[in-house]
Nanobody, 129 residues
Framework: QVQMVQSGGGLVQAGDSLKLSCAVSGRTFSTGSMAWFRQIGGNEREFVAAITSSSASSSTTTYADSVKGRFTISKETVKRTLYLEMNSLKPEDTAVYYC???????????????????WGQGTQVTVSS
């Protein structure tokens, strides 16, 4: 059974930094893809960043234009933990953030939240101006 348990988040001021964590169990972690999405109110979940690993030491990353240069997605294989480091936070980054994992050994559109069956519980990030 896949479990994804998030931690981090909270209330910060514009310009501050936060780091979100997502501990993953029940699925392959060293290879494959994982992602972060966010949701504002009742809107559809919005792609934030994804990381794809061909091996334990080789990964590529993809970011939404709105966070490129400010957010960094990474993973620590030994700890089986996915991270999202968020710098220079803006009020418009306020949202509930979710980590997500796609089906194993399946190629998907990494930016499409509908392709992900596995999700963390979500964590609120609030950025005040």
């Amino acid at each position: 059974q896949v479990q994804m348990v998030q931690s981090g988040g909270g209330l910060v001021q514009a310009g501050d930094s936060l780091k979100l964590s997502c501990a993953v169990s029940g699925r392959t972690f060293s290879t494959g893809s994982m992602a972060w999405f966010r949701q504002i109110g009742g809107n559809e979940r919005e792609f934030v960043a994804a990381i794809t690993s061909s091996s334990a030491s080789s990964s590529t990353t993809t970011y939404a234009d709105s966070v490129k240069g400010r957010f960094t997605i990474s993973k620590e294989t030994v700890k089986r933990t996915l991270y999202l480091e968020m710098n220079s936070l803006k009020p418009e980054d306020t949202a509930v953030y979710y980590c997500a994992a796609p089906p194993a050994r399946t190629r998907i559109d990494l930016t499409d939240g509908r392709a992900y069956p596995y999700w963390g519980q979500g964590t609120q990030v609030t950025v005040s101006s």
